[in-house]
């Protein structure tokens, strides 16, 4: 791993800020890091107002996409609510279709099968518009770059609304209305939304005309957090605002699917992260193993009883992705080493059989071991499709742009893509991605990076400062949970190993005769050596909570053990 220790603030700018605001020097710092430097900056960042939500208006193209879908109500027009099959999808359009079905009854759903039709707006999608005599659809979380199948829309007099979050193309798209904040001629101050953010202002904009406030919209919020958390989009501006507000419903007043999801956690108060790694995943996995008009089911259910015959059937469906995905990966890294690929400065690998609803997933995981961007590859019909996936500051969407010519079709993000290419373009493909990369990347990206807030001694860790820092939540993008480092540390003898395969590590450690501190490592257990014999290290972390027999306690959360 590589340390990367924060340049610290000017002394001039950290004194100013503990001035206003009446906080020592740590937190000050930590405020500047995040581009807070004022009163104003660290008042909504400490306390999120629904007030500072901006006006859905200032987004181009709302007001010609209200217009639409109020003369379609008028006219007693069907609407359909199209999406995604991913988390950001499906809650998008759980979102958008209950609020129109909330006053108007022609509303229906739809999410593209992900084998049959793939990513994005399918024809197959526009056809049964087509057949159900719907006049209107509302794509959501995709559409930016589907000029073709506006056009076959239009040729059928089937109008689009477009609300996406993707970087466009050269061209947009001939709908109706555009909403995505990443249009150049967008003056929207915020282009940081993911999918369901973008329904969300467009619900936003459409309540005004019901005189309804954006209290009446909260409890639409428990979706927007959970996109957020999902999509892992800059946890900044106002996707804090609805992520702060949305893990509210969901901790006091969820809706009955996410109720059914999580009702067998043991944690009184989820975090962000817990929506990340236990709510979401779920959600996904409907898609994955079996199709996103499941979880939109769950999601829009608001018998309880039923919901949890849904949660019931999701549950099965991600146990058997992480099955697959585990399998998977083993065949992937095997794969690798017979061909003989650890040394390259991309991982690109293809077997025709993996599940496409998991080779994200699996490409994430390969990541964990070769360390550089990667693409899954599997057959999909008389083509193969991929999931790309990339390490810090490396944006592999540009990478694939600069082999643009080998690829049928691709999008997606900074970090992660997909895409489809013909089955005799594949070699060149992949050759053409590892030249891009090895031209274009940083070797320091190709190790993994710890980036360290601050270095501090363990005299400054009390509950005073966790409380403070429990107030940065809900944690993400641009706001991570800080992460801090100190030197000779020795441990206090109790140095142990835990887990099946001794992977993870327990210590507890002092610092100069202070009073000592547990500490936890996961998948540390390879450095138990380091801190036997008092030895001196130094350690960065994240401080925790840990409750144990009702007692509450301060831990460190290891990040990396390095000798001094």
């Not at 206003?20 to 107002?49: C, H, M, N």
Request: charged share 25%; with cysteine.
């Amino acid at each position: 791993m590589r340390w990367n220790l924060k340049a610290k603030p000017t002394n001039e700018r950290v004194n100013q800020l503990v001035e206003t605001l009446k906080v020592d020097e740590l937190i000050a710092t930590l405020l500047i890091q995040r581009g807070i430097e004022t009163y104003d900056e660290a008042r909504q960042f400490f306390r999120p107002s629904l007030d500072d939500l901006h006006n859905p208006y200032l987004m181009k193209d709302m007001d010609v996409a209200v217009s639409r879908i109020e003369k379609a109500i008028e006219n007693n027009e069907n609407i359909l609510v199209f999406g995604d099959y991913d988390v950001d999808g499906t809650t998008a359009v759980s979102l958008v279709s209950s609020y129109l079905k909330s006053y108007y009854p022609n509303v229906a759903t739809y999410i593209p099968d992900r084998y049959d039709e793939g990513y994005g707006i399918s024809y197959k999608g526009i056809d049964y518009a087509d057949d159900n005599d719907i006049t209107l659809i509302i794509a959501l979380d995709c559409g930016i770059k589907s000029l073709a199948h506006i056009e076959y829309a239009r040729e059928k007099n089937i109008d689009f609304i477009i609300c996406d979050h993707h970087r466009p193309g050269n061209e947009l798209p001939k709908a109706i209305a555009v909403l995505d904040p990443k249009r150049d001629d967008c003056p929207y101050p915020y282009d940081e939304l993911c999918g369901c953010g973008i329904g969300f202002k467009l619900v936003q904009a459409l309540a005004e005309n019901r005189n309804q406030t954006i209290d009446d919209l909260i409890l639409y919020m428990d979706l927007v957090a959970t996109a957020i958390a999902a999509d892992i989009v800059p946890m900044t501006g106002e996707n804090r605002i609805l992520a702060k507000f949305g893990l509210d419903v969901i901790n006091q007043n969820p809706r009955p699917g996410i109720k059914a999801l999580v009702q067998n956690v043991k944690k009184k108060i989820l975090t962000i992260t817990d929506v990340v790694f236990i709510i979401a995943p779920r959600i996904n996995a409907a898609g994955r193993i079996k199709h996103g008009n499941e979880a939109v089911a769950l999601l829009t259910e608001y018998d309880l009883e039923q919901a949890e015959q849904f949660a019931s059937e999701i549950e099965q469906y991600n146990t058997d992705r992480k099955e697959l995905d585990k399998k998977i990966t083993l065949e992937a890294l095997s794969q690798i080493e017979e061909n003989k690929e650890e040394k390259r400065f991309t991982s690109v690998v293809y077997q025709e059989d993996w599940h496409k609803g998991v080779i994200g997933i699996v490409a994430s995981r390969l990541i964990e071991t070769h360390y550089r961007p990667t693409i899954v590859f599997t057959k999909s019909g008389d083509k193969f499709a991929a999931s790309a996936r990339s390490v810090r500051d490396f944006d592999v969407y540009n990478a694939l742009e600069a082999c643009a010519e080998h690829l049928e079709q691709f999008g997606g993000h900074m970090y992660a893509a997909g895409m489809t290419l013909k089955e005799e373009n594949y070699l060149d493909f992949k050759e053409a991605f590892e030249k891009v990369v090895e031209a274009t990347i940083h070797p320091d990206l190709l190790i993994p990076e710890i980036s360290i807030d601050a270095e501090i001694d363990f005299s400054e860790i009390n509950p005073k400062l966790m409380r403070i820092l429990s107030q940065f939540e809900p944690f993400g993008p641009q706001n991570m949970t800080p992460i801090f480092m100190t030197n000779n540390v020795v441990d206090s003898g109790y140095a142990k190993n835990l887990g099946q395969a001794d992977e993870h590590l327990k210590l507890f450690v002092k610092q100069n005769g202070s009073e000592g501190i547990g500490a936890i490592g996961f998948g540390l257990g390879n450095k138990l050596e380091l801190t036997k014999n008092h030895s001196r290290f130094e350690i960065c972390y994240c401080i925790d909570e840990n409750e144990f027999n009702g007692n509450v306690s301060l831990q460190l959360r290891l990040k990396d053990i390095k000798s001094t």
